[in-house]
């Protein structure tokens, strides 16, 4: 089974906020969400790097662990997923996660920040694949129609990739052997290695959320 | 002529300067360049928090990484439980096991059926909207806070969010009433609550619990406990309300950092105030005979006056509110 991941290549990465706009189309994602953005390191001295930022479904995601109401679960690929149904908007995801990728809808209203939006690795939702409600609620599916997320499949320098989590290593690596230089793959030590407690929340493990 | 040749020549040297600049600003291969697959460093080593640039209007996304998270996770699943636990259970079992030993505090000489005023309408208006307030919110509070590990294996997740919803709408709401009962008790109660010198002998005694005979040390309206609970509501209350509100307006004051601060703060206090308060609501009700009285009818045993304010009810007689024939007058306490 595939673990699916996000890898960003900030020596390719050219700030063209490509992904940022595909995301918003494809999964008609209201103004002022940002499930993916664009971050430019160092900008305008040496070493200025760019990095495409979503949710990066780590192994063991802190937005699950505080979430007072258990909504978050992982699907077998990997991807951190979350029910709308049961989220309430406390916004504790938001506090934990590492990257910065929880959104809502409202900034505020008295507490209410409506319910919380993230990146689904283009996966959707515990809702029935490419059902009304899930694309309401979640987005485009595309992973079950047997494509990868738009924002890495239209990445015209492939800085952005998504998609096994091996494969993409070995493409990372590759690369950097023949150009000779490479800055690392942003936010995998956060994501998948430093904090990773085990098979806690791992891939494959029954969410509890959304049943 | 020369001010057409001066930008050329300007372009000139910089384009032949290019390559050197390149070479200075980005990386390029060089001896310590990777040979093999194997050499590629995939990870970075993590240093700390990394922002930037962004150009989306949403500033507050420029933050890469944010590892404080962590820490605040570490605060939210652990030692929030622990502490907000054992100041609750022990409180509650150590009043238990008080109650065991000392059993509920009698009037000496029992009650004497004369009443006097304590406290009036208005006081008790502001006592009980903070006081309800207060409980509703440290209930609604401990379900966010403990309800995912005792109540969904019980309810079940569709159930627990409809509870989880309605206890952070109560909990944001309920904070209106409680500031205002708070501002309404220092505003009433703050003349009597300043310390004095006979506070010392009440705390040195710890207000005659431990004597034998009954013995109480004597107090004005307030005695030094009361005085304790009075600033530590006051404060405590003010504390939390001002982290509440902070952290009801994401972002209008402070960032991430902030509010991971502001709930850890929030929760502490929180936790204080609800070991304080289980300790108040027990001396007022089971705790200690004709205690309540002062708060639910307004009027109490002349005894219980005598026995617990000696120095105030000798005050009421004075002022003629109480009378050595114990018949109630028919005005207001204050």
Known sequence: MARMKFLCDAERCIECNACVTACKNEHDIPWGINRRRVITLKDGVPGERSISMACMHCNDPPCAAVCPVDCFYQTADGVVLHSKDLCIGCGYCFYACPFGAPQYPQATNFGGRGKMDKCTFCAGGPEPDNSLEEYQKYGANRLAEGKLPLCAEMCSTRALMAGDGDVLADIYKERVVRRGYGSGAWGWTTAYRENDRGNAFGPGREGTGGS | ?????????????????????????????????????????????????????????????????????????????????????????????????????????????????????????????????????FLLMALTGLILTFGRMLLIPL????????????????????????????????????????????????????????????????????????????????????????????????????????????????????????????????????????????????????????????????????????????????????
């Open chain 2, 155 to 334: 309810i079940g997740h569709p159930n627990f969010t409809m509870l989880a919803e309605a206890s952070k709408y109560m909990h944001n709401f309920f904070s209106v009433p409680f500031v205002l009962g708070l501002l309404m008790i220092f505003v009433l109660w703050v003349r009597d609550n300043i310390p004095e010198k006979a506070d010392l002998v009440w705390l040195k005694t710890l207000g005659g619990v431990l004597s034998k005979s009954g013995e109480h040390p004597e107090a004005g309206r307030f005695n030094a406990g009361q005085k304790g609970v009075f600033w530590a509501v006051v404060f405590g209350g003010f504390a939390l309300s001002l982290t509440g509100f902070l952290l009801m307006m994401p972002f209008a004051v402070t960032g991430i950092g902030g509010m991971q601060i502001l709930h850890v703060a929030h929760g502490v206090v929180a936790a204080l105030m609800i070991a304080l308060i289980i300790g108040h609501i027990y001396i007022g009700t089971i705790g200690m005979e004709g205690a309540f009285d002062a708060m639910g009818s307004g009027v109490v045993d002349e005894n219980w006056a005598k026995d617990h304010h000696r120095r105030w009810y000798e005050e009421q007689l004075r002022n003629g509110q109480a009378d050595p024939d114990g018949r109630l007058r028919h005005h207001a306490a204050e």
């Open chain 2, 1 to 133: 002529m020369t001010k057409l040749l001066r930008p050329l020549l300007v372009l000139f040297v910089l384009l032949l300067a290019a390559p050197a600049v390149q070479a200075q600003f980005y990386q390029t291969p060089g001896p310590t360049s990777p040979t093999s697959k194997d050499e590629v460093q995939l990870y970075q080593t993590p240093d700390g928090k990394l922002s930037g640039r962004i150009s989306i209007p949403d500033a507050k996304l420029g933050v890469l990484v944010q590892p404080e998270g962590r820490e605040w996770r570490e605060f939210r699943m652990v030692w929030l439980k622990i502490i907000a636990g054992a100041l609750i259970l022990g409180p509650i079992a150590a009043l238990g096991l008080f109650y065991l030993i000392r059993g509920t505090i009698r009037i000496q000489g029992g009650r004497s059926g004369r009443q006097v005023p304590r406290f009036g309408g208005m006081d008790r208006f502001a006592h009980w909207t903070t006081a309800v307030s």
